[in-house]
């Protein structure tokens, strides 16, 4: 342990005794292995009062005791935030805070997780960053909302018939429920659908490399083709949940990294749909057991269980990476440069400060509920718990890169591209997405034009390069250009930061109440692991493994609070409008233009019965990260 900890009254870790090893009467010495390093020696004397009894059948035995010591309370962590929040009031009522970043600290808890090397943050939030009474009164709203809809829940629950309907209780009132969702979740096309119009359309990949394919899963066969023969005629694709591989677990939480393999599969008529092939949850060195279409004939409840442990990997891995580290971590840096470095009547200055609406204040409420230091509200939540989650983004922000994880190179890098040479049909995260980042890409070109006359203009913009070193340097956006000497460079920067902040954010966050509020469908988490052995599971195992229907409440209330639509929708942007009146017509005729084509296409995918994919209409796209 550290020296430096000892003897203050503060966490410094946990520990856990096995009950199993202590024999009553007779004291042990111990040597316990502390959940954030260093090692507790202790003595125990475990004393018991009548002679055990056998448990009855439905008892549950305690075998783990989590034990915290040296402290009830993480009073350094209350300090930090009390000084946090005294800062902000006196910068409220003074000068004000100005734009500056700082760097998270280690938790005395998780001293070996290296939280510095998160994005910078702009802490104390500055007071024109704090949301006007309007926004704070549309969040409360949202809240009374649900809280409002939760009236005699009890009712509803003592009434439940289906299996699946105690899960159903808590939408009423302001809750409406995803009806067609809630009656397709279990077959496997809809499974597999919400890869491409799903919450998480981000790791779908076409699999070209038979390396990929754990040996397990070679044997798989859909419409008389092995793995090998679809993969040779471009049918084959691939999930890896890798990034989950490593993340520490949490007591009565259970997880896997679950590979899972989907393929084109060949309709009447020329069409096509992507279908299940096989999932395999484990990685072991010996024999890995493969869930499937076919075992789901004689094995049915635990395929579904397969697929419950993959939607909430995937969950997860949705969460902590795409949404909450990719978007709102890696897009602060920005605003605090643009800020710092650009002045006002500045064009970049101009063209990117819709672009950051609100986000410096959503973040700084995230760190504070989400992800906080004491009580956060993902710890109870998900299967990774927030540590766990942040552990897992960590590792993959370090090989993170800006410029790469632009919306064409990333899905190109995934084997997808706009002439859809994939062959996937109803992908519309990439159709939509494609045409939305054409229309970014022709504005911030018509902007970087008349702003600048040359290569040269660019490279002699100092306060372009101050801007681009504080991204880079201090803010920690791994893969940002530290000097942009092009117009080419600088258009292909704008773009992505634009489309991060406003099409990516939206895709990935307002379906989350669609998606996640009937929790079967992507459970946060769940309390048992896949069971051994060669017989089917009880579907009361799996009803048993989800959060009961009382306590998913948390669940609920978050993908409602986050799917608040925002009132600062893309087609409202009128950055341009005064400097280059000509560049705002062209963008705001183009973005209603391809409003009006989503609409069309939704139109008729209601009309045969579809799912419609709204996100990414530029009238529910919003400008910024606001919520």
Not at 49 to 77: N, Y
Not at 552 to 562: D, E, G, I, N, R
Request: aromatic share 10%; net charge negative.
């Amino acid at each position: 342990m550290d020296r430096d900890t000892v003897g203050q009254d503060d966490i410094m870790g946990t520990a856990n005794v096995n009950l199993d090893e202590l024999t009553s009467g007779k004291e042990k010495k111990m040597a316990l292995d502390v959940q954030g390093g260093g090692t507790l020696n202790i003595r125990l004397c475990l004393k018991m009062h009548d002679q055990p009894k056998e448990p009855e059948e439905g008892e549950k035995v305690v075998k783990e005791l989590t034990l915290p010591f040296l402290a009830p309370v993480f009073q350094s962590e209350l300090d930090a935030i009390r000084n946090e929040f005294t800062n902000l009031i006196t910068s409220f009522l003074g000068h004000g805070q100005k734009y500056e970043l700082s760097y998270m600290t280690r938790l005395r808890t998780h001293p070996d997780v290296a939280l510095e090397e998160m994005p910078a943050a702009c802490v104390p939030m500055p007071t024109p960053e704090m949301f006007t009474p309007h926004k704070t009164g549309r969040i409360m709203q949202r809240l009374m909302e649900f809280i409002g809809s939760q009236a005699q829940i009890m009712v509803r629950l003592a009434q439940v018939k289906g299996i699946w309907d105690p899960w159903k209780a808590n939408f009423s009132g302001y809750l409406p429920a995803n009806e067609k969702l809630i009656e397709e979740w279990q077959k496997d096309e809809e499974f597999c659908r919400q890869y491409l119009q799903g919450i998480n359309p981000m790791l779908l990949t076409v699999c070209k490399d038979q390396s990929q394919i754990p040996a397990e899963m070679l044997e798989l066969k859909a419409q008389g083709k092995t793995t090998q023969q679809l993969m040779e005629e471009n049918r084959l694709f691939i999930v890896d949940y890798e990034p989950m591989l490593g993340v520490p677990a949490t007591p009565g939480k259970f997880f896997y990294a679950p590979i899972v393999l989907m393929y084109r599969e060949e309709l009447a008529g020329g069409k096509s749909r992507l279908n299940m092939l096989g999932i395999q949850l484990t990685r072991d060195k010996g024999e890995n057991e493969v869930y499937s279409p076919e075992s789901a004939k004689t094995h049915p409840n635990k395929y579904m269980f397969a697929k419950m442990h993959v939607q909430s990997a995937d969950n997860n891995l949705h969460q902590f990476l795409y949404h909450l580290g990719y978007t709102h971590l890696a897009m602060e840096p920005i605003a605090v440069s643009l800020h710092t470095h650009l002045p006002p009547d500045h064009p970049i200055h101009r063209l990117l400060l819709p672009h950051f609406k609100d986000t410096i204040g959503i973040n700084y409420l995230a760190r504070h509920s989400l992800v906080s230091r004491i009580f956060p509200i993902t710890d109870p939540m998900f299967a990774t718990s927030t540590v766990g989650g942040l552990v897992m983004f960590l590792k993959e922000w370090r090989k993170y890169n800006f410029m790469d994880m632009a919306f064409p190179e990333e899905l190109k890098r995934r084997g997808f591209d706009e002439a859809r040479t994939d062959g996937l049909e109803n992908y519309f995260y990439r159709d939509d997405g494609f045409k939305l980042w054409n229309v970014y890409k022709t504005y911030v070109t018509g902007m970087v034009n008349k702003a600048y006359t040359s290569d040269k203009a660019v490279a002699d913009d100092q306060a372009l390069q101050k801007f681009c070193q504080m991204i880079e340097g201090p803010g920690q956006l791994h893969g940002f250009p530290r000097e942009i000497s092009t117009k080419q460079l600088l258009m292909d920067c704008l773009t992505n930061i634009i489309f991060n902040s406003s099409a990516q954010h939206s895709a990935i966050n307002f379906p989350q109440y669609d998606y996640y509020s009937f929790i079967p469908n992507r459970p946060a988490q769940l309390s048992s692991p896949m069971p051994d052995g060669p017989n089917d599971m009880l579907q009361s195992a799996v009803l048993e493994a989800l959060p009961p229907p009382q306590f998913t409440a948390l669940q609920v209330l978050l993908s409602y609070m986050l799917s608040m639509p925002s009132q600062t929708a893309i087609t409202g942007v009128e950055a341009m409008k005064e400097v280059y009146p000509e560049v705002h017509e062209k963008f705001n005729k183009e973005l209603k233009d391809l409003s009006k084509e989503i609409k069309t296409r939704n139109e008729g995918l209601k009309g045969e019965g579809k799912v419609a994919y709204t996100y990414l209409d530029p009238e529910n796209v919003a400008m910024s990260i606001d919520i």
